[in-house]
């Protein structure tokens, strides 16, 4: 067994239901050199107790409580915490296999490796959904990481498309590399926060190893998403835009950088879309080709589905006649009122809308639509912007001060 030491930081806030499952997964992996810090967010469940019975049985389980500060201010009081020469990320809901830290090991034992990532699993009531990164798996070094992996870090070519995700959960990085961006990352950020010490961390990588066998797992919560909608902030959204442009600029990387980085900005405006507006006015809404009145149908039950759901129902402009997805019978496990394609062959409906942010599965459900009869005119997509003016000019009207 290799004496390189990993620590596994994860932040928990109110997760009594998931907890056990997520440690659990931590405490029998097969590599035994952890250590694990528990960061006890203010809960006001049961999940800061039950991080003390772990710490009360098992050594290597230390558990941090400290008042309700978010996830940013978790991850830094447990990377402050942790004593790993390197550091891997759970949320506290989520759970990982039971090789996932050997195999990591194994690829810095070879090749050195400063940052390991694979692939992840989503996780919905049963149903599991492998996500691969776009970047094919293999070891990057410097030359390939500058020649293949900055050039689509961000925006592949297709919108809303990353080479690498932007999680900082479930990869494993050298501390040392990590610590100094996940300490600059403004605590009050709740969107973008992840990419914010992820892809600066990348940069400063010699060696990044990219594995296509997943080995963490998502939980897909509607808890999580609908009851917890927040309503955008466009000085934050500022924020993660200047600090990673700074950031790209210092690294002298900037000019290859900046175009990814407005793609993958106005992709975050839109998955957080405040809704449509009856006012006259749309503030970031991306189907400004809806009438205002009319039968409406939704496709599309996942996170970003559930949140264009939400707030078309919260305008109460439209009537909503169904909202479908082919995992229907998963989302509604969770209590989500998503129904299958047969639905619409029964309904009176004048537009189709797909709420699906990623240009390639917005395609594949238009084909899917068409197949089961929608006529073409009747279906609204999200407008993929590909060029240059236009991302400039969106971000403009979305206030963005470029």
Known sequence: MSNILVSIVIPVYNSE???????QSVTNQSYKNIE?????????????????????????IKTIHKNNGGLVSSRKA???????EYVLYIDG???????????YIDQVLKFNADVVISSHIVNLEGREDILMNSLPSGVYDKDKLNLIV?????????????????????????????????LKVDESITIGEDALCLYPTLLDANILVILEQPGYHYRQRADSLIKTLRKIEISKMQKVYNDLKNIFFDKGVLDIMLPQLQHYLLSLLIINTEG?????????????????EGNLVVYGGGTFGQHIYKKIINCKTYNVVAWIDEKHKHYSKLNLPVTGFTKI???QYDVVLIALIDEDNSHKAYLKLIKHGVDANKIIQIPHYNQKENIQNLLLEY???L
Request: glycine letters at 8%; one cysteine or more.
């Open 276 to 292: 449509p507006n009856p006012n006259d006015t749309i503030i970031l809404y991306p189907f400004n080709d809806i009438k205002l």
């Open 399 to 401: 206030k963005i001060n």
């Open 150 to 182: 900055y050039p689509k870090m961000l925006y592949t070519g297709n919108f809303s498309q990353f080479g690498v995700f932007s999680y900082s959960w479930g990869k494993l990085y050298r501390k040392e590399i990590l610590l100094k961006h996940q």
């Open 36 to 60: 694990i810090i528990l960061v006890d967010d203010g809960s006001i469940d049961s999940s800061g107790e039950i991080c003390d019975n772990y710490s009360s049985i098992d050594g290597r």
């Open 345 to 347: 062959k029964h309904t």
């Open 17 to 23: 239901a998931f907890l056990d499952k997520c440690i």
């Open 78 to 84: 447990g990377l402050k915490a942790s004593t790993g």
């Open 93 to 103: 809901d989520d759970w990982i296999e039971l090789n996932l830290i050997e195999n």
